[in-house]
C-alpha cells in the first residue's frame, strides 16, 4: 500500500509520500505554525513530520523535493533538514536529505529573500559536489552557471531530467511507482528571467498493486498559460494517459489564474486545454486544494470560491471528493489529510469522533 499525507498548513503545501517499498518522500515545506498561539488553527508541521519519521525509526527522507522557492513551499525548511553546505545547519536533531530534488531555476535565481537563498547554497553545494541532487530541466541560464562556476555542463547531465522524461531509479516493476516530469521546460521561450511558477516541478506519479493504477498529478503553483503549452505538448507526442488523474492537487491554493485569465462572476471558466486537462479524472477522483477555507465571497488572494465552484462541478462528473485542507475533516479542527493507495486505488481516511475510530470514505475506481 502507498500512502499519501496532506497537511493544513494553510495556503501553503506539504504532501508526505509513503511508498509501499517503504520509501519515503516529501513534496514541499512550510512550517508556519505559532506553537504559543492557540487560535491558529494550522498544524505543528515540524512536530508532526519529525514525529512521524521518529515511529518509523528513521532520521531522514530518501527525497525531499522542492517544486519552486516561494516562501509558501519552504518556510522553515532551514530549522527542519540537516543541510550539507554549512555545519550551522548540521546537529542530530536535524532531518536528513538522501537526495535533493529542485528546479533548475534554484540555481540560477539571484535577489533572492533569506530562506531561498539558505536552499539555493544548498542546492549549489550539492550540485557542485555530486552529493544528493537530481536537478530538473536544463535551460540555458543553467550552462550560463556552470561557466560562471569554471565547471562544464556535460560533467553533470546524469544528475538533470527534462519534462518528457521519467525520473530514473523508479520504475513500476521494481518500484510499483514511476514519477513523469511534466515541467520545467529545457527550452524557455528565449526568455532569461525566472518565473517560480513556469518554472516549477509538476509530476504525475504512477502508482501499482498488483495490476491496479493510480496517478497523481502534484502540480506546485502552474499557471494556466503554463498548463497550455504542458497539455499541447503531451496531446501532440499522444501521451494523454500522462495527465490522467485519480488524485489532482490543485496548483496555487486553488487560484483562478491556474484555470483562466478571467477570474468569473461566480464560476472560473477554464481555458480550453485546462478543460481537457480536468475532463482526465476517473471515476471517483479527488481533487485537493492545498489552502486555506474556501470564502463566501470575493477575495483578491487565493482560495477563490470562483475557482472552486469549477473544480466543484468537474468532480462531480466523477463522482469525486473535493478536499480543502483546511476544512478536513472540519473547518474547526483540521487534521491531515490521508490517502491510501491499494488494489481498490485511492481511500480517504476520515477520523470519525464516535466510538468506531476510522472510516473510509468509497475508493475510487478506474479501468486500466
Keep these: 500500500m502507498h500512502r499519501l499525507t496532506f497537511y493544513p498548513i494553510g495556503n501553503a503545501d506539504c504532501c508526505f509520500i509513503e511508498l509501499d517499498n517503504k520509501q519515503n518522500i516529501l513534496f514541499d515545506y512550510a512550517h508556519y505554525k505559532k506553537a504559543e498561539d492557540n487560535t491558529d488553527l ?8 519529525s514525529d512521524k519519521l521518529v515511529e518509523k525509526k528513521k532520521n531522514y527522507f530518501d527525497i525531499v523535493a522542492f517544486t519552486h522557492a516561494d516562501e509558501d513551499h519552504i518556510n522553515g525548511f532551514s530549522d527542519m533538514f540537516f543541510l550539507l553546505h554549512a555545519k550551522k545547519y548540521q546537529d542530530e536533531n536535524r532531518v536528513v536529505i538522501n537526495e535533493l530534488w529542485v528546479p533548475a531555476a534554484i540555481i540560477c535565481e539571484s535577489n533572492l529573500p533569506e530562506e531561498a537563498k539558505i536552499l539555493q547554497a544548498e542546492a549549489r553545494y550539492r550540485l557542485k559536489n555530486r552529493k544528493g541532487i537530481r536537478i530538473f530541466s536544463k535551460p540555458s541560464m543553467l550552462k550560463k552557471w556552470f561557466e560562471s562556476e569554471k565547471l562544464k555542463i556535460e560533467d553533470y547531465l546524469d544528475l538533470m531530467v527534462d519534462a518528457g522524461q521519467f525520473v530514473p531509479n523508479y520504475c513500476l516493476e521494481k518500484d510499483d511507482v514511476e514519477i513523469f516530469v511534466h515541467s520545467p521546460f529545457a527550452k524557455r521561450k528565449d526568455k532569461e528571467e525566472i518565473d517560480r511558477n513556469t518554472d516549477a516541478i509538476v509530476v504525475q ?49 486553488c487560484s483562478y489564474q491556474s484555470l483562466s485569465n478571467e477570474k468569473g462572476k461566480e464560476k472560473t471558466v477554464p481555458v480550453e486545454e485546462v478543460k481537457w486537462l480536468l475532463s482526465q479524472g476517473n471515476q471517483n477522483s479527488k481533487i485537493i486544494s ?26 462531480k462528473t466523477f463522482e469525486g471528493e473535493f478536499l480543502v485542507t483546511m476544512e478536513f475533516p472540519k473547518k474547526e479542527k483540521p487534521e491531515p489529510l490521508v490517502i491510501e493507495i491499494d488494489e481498490q486505488g485511492s481511500t480517504t481516511i476520515k477520523r470519525n469522533i464516535g466510538a468506531v475510530g476510522i472510516i473510509a470514505n468509497q475508493p475510487s475506481h478506474r479501468a486500466g
Design 42 to 49: 494550522r498544524i505543528d508541521l515540524k512536530t508532526i513530520i
Design 205 to 253: 506519479f504512477t502508482f501499482q498493486i498488483n495490476d491496479k493504477l493510480t496517478r497523481l498529478i502534484l502540480s506546485a503553483d502552474t499557471p494556466y498559460d503554463n498548463w497550455v503549452d504542458i497539455v499541447n505538448i503531451t496531446r501532440a507526442h499522444k501521451r494523454p494517459e500522462r495527465l490522467n488523474w485519480d488524485i489532482y492537487k490543485l496548483p496555487h491554493h
Design 290 to 315: 492545498s489552502s486555506d477555507v474556501i470564502p463566501n465571497k470575493d477575495t483578491d488572494q487565493p482560495p477563490h470560491y470562483q475557482a472552486a465552484n469549477c473544480y466543484k462541478e468537474i468532480i
